[in-house]
């Protein structure tokens, strides 16, 4: 009896972390479903891992969630599911504009809910799947100028971790893992309009090491990956910080 191919599902894997994701799964032997919104791109990487496939979804809408949750739902092979497309909101939260604020959430939050939920369907059944969601450090802290951003960061790191105690506590071997990275090179930025100068080349990381890090830490079911030691140790040492000194950390570093 052949044994089916492994496959995965990379939300936002047109470039930056998602791409990253494609290209090591795609070396690993998966099948990779490739989605984001902007298909040229999309076909032009499928074309590229000959063993991909481009699935074109706004995940900022009902529609087509609900198509990629069924295409998850009709996949018997699906092994990983990679829950990276989000972007961010610059600005105060008085003043951003709120369909963009909604949009965002409903990717963050709705999305990755939705695609868990039919994903560990199938995934508990056959007592095998990795699930990553891709975070943020900025989930760990509250930012100026960041409302939304941090804040559904924060929602995706609880949700996670929840997530983690509920498969253990039925002794499933379905791993999941919130991957939180700091600032890293990718078009995130660019689309935010945010000079990458304002902050230390030493806190910028490659999106080939956040990913690396990140499949290590899975195959050591890890719940929290933080690429960068400089970033373990942020987070690290502001979890005993008073909420005056997270304050004044926020004031310098921030959008603008």
């Given at each position: ?40 791109r999309?076909q ?8 991909a ?22 996949e ?6 990679v ?13 951003a ?11 963050h ?14 995934m508990?059944e056959?007592?095998k ?9 900025a ?11 941090s ?9 996670t971790?929840?997530?983690y ?18 600032f ?12 990458r ?7 910028w ?5 956040v ?25 690290g ?9 997270k304050?004044?950390l ?7």
């Open positions: 009896m052949r044994i089916p191919q492994p496959v995965a599902l990379i939300t936002g894997a047109s470039s930056g972390i998602g791409e990253v994701f494609a290209r090591k799964l795609s070396r690993r032997g998966y099948r990779v479903l490739l989605v984001a919104r902007r298909l040229e999309l032009k990487l499928a074309d590229e891992l000959n063993n496939e481009a699935l074109q979804a706004d995940l900022a809408m009902d529609s087509d969630i609900r198509r990629v949750a069924a295409r998850i739902a009709a018997p092979g699906l092994e990983f599911l829950n990276n497309a989000g972007f961010g909101v610059p600005g105060k939260f008085f003043e504009d709120l369909e963009a604020l909604d949009r965002m959430h409903r990717l939050m709705i999305a990755t809910e939705r695609l868990t939920h039919t994903a560990l369907k199938g508990m056959r007592d799947g990795n699930i990553v969601n891709v975070s943020s450090v989930g760990f802290f509250h930012t100026l100028n960041s409302n939304g951003y804040a559904t960061k924060a929602w995706i790191n609880s949700f971790e929840c997530l105690m509920d498969l253990k506590n039925s002794g499933s071997p379905v791993r999941v893992q919130a991957l939180c990275p700091g890293t090179y990718t078009e995130f930025h660019d689309v935010i309009k945010m000079d100068s304002r902050i230390s080349k030493s806190l990381m490659d999106p080939e090491a990913v690396e890090d990140s499949l290590q830490g899975l195959g050591k079911n890890r719940l929290f990956v933080i690429p960068g030691w400089r970033y373990r140790l942020l987070v040492l502001t979890r005993c910080f008073p909420r005056s000194l304050h004044c926020a004031y310098k570093i921030k959008y603008r």
